[in-house]
């Protein structure tokens, strides 16, 4: 299964449709995000990456969600 479908599935179940979820993948086609997106996936990384980029994201992702609940 591949993250999309597996974004997908996630969100389809009512205990998991807001749990945060942070894409990280090598694909930066414009497509590929706004597709990831659509899926319902909360942020987006591209590899390569440095551990402050990834420490904001996470951040980020987490200020949203608490933010939401």
Known sequence: MGGLDFVKRLRAEAQ?????ILM???????????QAVEAGVSSYILKPFTPQVFKEKIDQVLSLA???A
């Open 66 to 68: 608490s933010g939401s």
């Open 24 to 34: 990280v993948t090598t694909r930066g086609v414009k497509e590929d995000i706004m």
């Open 16 to 20: 998991f449709a807001k749990i945060p």
